[in-house]
């Protein structure tokens, strides 16, 4: 796992060489980008999501990938005040351990 915000950035290499991740290495970015958030200016994922993209943490292609994985498995979630929230914005624990639930949902990339 990611431990903080430098590991991302040395992990922008395969942005940078148009190599694509695997969801599961997606997703533990976005984890870690959700971790290194201050408070204040954190709200949602998919917020995250474009953020991320925006800084070149991920590319284009990962940041439609991403996207979309996390919107087909929304569930039904809502939060009745701001129903383009799953949860409060800027609660980060449950998006974490929704996080933490589909990083251990993917499967272990083969290699041959």
Known sequence: M???TSDIK????????NQMRTLK???ILLRQYIIDQKSKEFYGMCGQ???M???NVINRAENIILSKYVLSNRKGRVYKPL???WWKPGNKPPR???CD???KLQPIPLCL
């Open 96 to 98: 974490l351990r929704w």
């Open 53 to 55: 993209g925006s800084i």
């Open 25 to 27: 290495e997606l997703l």
């Open 49 to 51: 999501i474009e953020e």
């Open 101 to 103: 639930q589909h990083v």
């Open 83 to 85: 129903p383009a929230y």
């Open 10 to 17: 040395r992990n922008q290499h395969k942005t940078f060489n």
């Open 2 to 4: 990611l431990k903080d």
